[in-house]
């Protein structure tokens, strides 16, 4: 595919006429959060609802056989994933980490030393700290920042194999960080460093269809977790687990569809698990999110919309909305100061701001029809294909309103 990002950025908001049609005077730019749904999911979902129609108990068929290959295929091309069999499709990213954990040799029977860092998102950094409190896991989480420090301060880590508490049992990554957009620099190196035996699952939820990511040359080694809720456009029940073969073949916590295709010939009483990626399924869920999830990045081929050309529009975007904000008589501050991180860093496909009144600029500009988000004292800016640059001066002119007051009213 030949992205062509001016033609797909001039057709980007014609993709999503029925979400601009029910918020004509919204401005979204909380990409990263909850994407706005492109017009081919309507049709995907009433295709789901279709096929649940004629087919019944038939559907299942339908759903097994064609549209899991299917969508597949569409994730381990995006991915550059050699065998779209290791992957398999689920309700939430956190229904694959626990079951990963599950599959960890002593799971239950002694305390597991989980290497992570310090920027993970709720699901898994809540997960971890609870398994803590009941022993079932030590974790060893190393400082995201200072940035500049981190990718050397990560490798000594890894490449120490273990810590006081033991040798290491499972390494757990995010690909960009979700609290700043900080993206990983060279994921290839740094799964390199891990001690061979150890598994190794990379959080991709803010690096799928945001950054270029090829998984190539680390396939056969890493497992690789994200979705559809955010850049993907296709909502929730669209999360899929990356499960290298030959890693972790037997998980505990495992649902009825881990053996949906040995069911009907499995033994009495013994659990028995599909091969590849499909070990790691759980039990049953609405498929209606894999049905948007295909339909979204079929379109996305069509337009000509690669990985590389959304990753180029946003940035173009974030650019001018930087240049807007540090134009002369704009701010008496420095905006630029308060991005995290600074401009020297790679970054996924939203930008940070820290500011101690992150969530009172958030209401304001909410009173204002304008929709952004907040992590504590972080403001999360996210642009996406529906966005031109008209866009961006539109809302450069109502944070320059905003930001102004929100710093008055501070003073007592």
């Given at each position: 595919?030949?992205?062509?990002p001016?033609a ?7 993709l ?6 029910a ?8 990409a ?7 017009d081919v999911s ?13 087919g019944?108990d038939?559907?299942?068929t339908?759903?097994?056989g064609?549209?899991?290959p ?6 381990a ?8 069999a ?19 040799d002593?799971?239950?029977r ?11 998102f ?5 997960q971890f ?7 079932l896991v ?7 920042q ?6 050397d301060?990560l490798?000594q ?13 499972l390494?757990f990554?995010?690909?960009v960080?979700f609290?700043s ?7 290839t ?8 035996h150890?598994?190794i699952?990379?959080d991709g939820?803010?690096g ?6 090829d ?6 080694r890493?497992f ?10 296709s ?19 495992t649902?009825w569809?881990?053996g ?7 033994p009495?009483g ?38 590389a050309?959304?990753?180029?529009h ?18 008496e501050?420095?905006?630029a ?14 930008l940070?701001?820290?500011t101690p ?8 500009l ?46 007592p």
């Amino acid at each position: 595919m030949t992205p062509h990002p001016a033609a797909a950025a001039a057709a980007g908001k014609d993709l999503f006429t029925r979400f601009y049609a029910a918020n004509p005077a919204l401005l979204h730019a909380a990409a990263h959060s909850h994407h706005p749904w492109p017009d081919v999911s309507f049709d995907a979902q009433q295709r789901a609802w279709l096929d649940a129609v004629s087919g019944v108990d038939r559907k299942w068929t339908w759903v097994f056989g064609e549209l899991f290959p299917a969508a597949r295929q569409r994730v381990a091309d995006v991915l550059g994933l050699p065998d779209p069999a290791t992957l398999c499709f689920g309700a939430s990213v956190h229904q694959f980490l626990v079951s990963v954990i599950s599959s960890l040799d002593g799971f239950g029977r002694r305390t597991l030393n989980v290497v992570t860092t310090d920027a993970e998102f709720h699901s898994a950094s809540r997960q971890f700290i609870r398994f803590a409190e009941e022993g079932l896991v030590h974790v060893d989480a190393v400082p995201a920042q200072p940035f500049d420090t981190f990718p050397d301060r990560l490798r000594q880590r890894l490449g120490a194999g273990g810590s006081r508490a033991g040798p290491d049992d499972l390494v757990f990554l995010s690909q960009v960080q979700f609290d700043s957009g900080y993206e990983l620099p060279d994921l290839t190196g740094i799964v390199g460093v891990v001690a061979e035996h150890v598994p190794i699952m990379i959080d991709g939820y803010h690096g799928f269809m945001a950054v270029p990511t090829d998984l190539s040359a680390i396939a056969g080694r890493a497992f690789y977790s994200s979705g559809g809720y955010k850049y993907a456009m296709s909502g929730e029940n669209a999360c899929f687990l990356h499960a290298p073969d030959g890693w972790l073949p037997r998980p505990v916590v495992t649902g009825w569809w881990g053996g949906f295709g040995v069911l009907s010939n499995a033994p009495v009483g013994e659990v028995v698990y599909d091969r590849g990626g499909s070990r790691f399924m759980g039990a049953t869920f609405d498929p209606v999110g894999v049905y948007r999830l295909e339909a979204v990045l079929a379109m996305l081929d069509r337009e000509g919309w690669s990985v590389a050309a959304i990753h180029d529009h946003v940035r173009t975007l974030q650019e001018h909305f930087l240049d807007q904000l540090g134009a002369p008589g704009r701010f008496e501050g420095d905006v630029a100061g308060s991005l995290l991180p600074s401009a020297e860093f790679a970054r996924g496909n939203f930008l940070t701001f820290v500011t101690p009144r992150a969530g009172d600029v958030f209401a304001a500009l909410a009173d204002r029809n304008v929709v952004v988000d907040y992590r504590r004292d972080r403001l999360r800016i996210g642009f996406g294909i529906y966005h031109d640059e008209a866009d961006v001066d539109r809302l450069a002119d109502i944070v320059t309103e905003v930001w102004p007051l929100i710093a008055q009213s501070a003073v007592p």
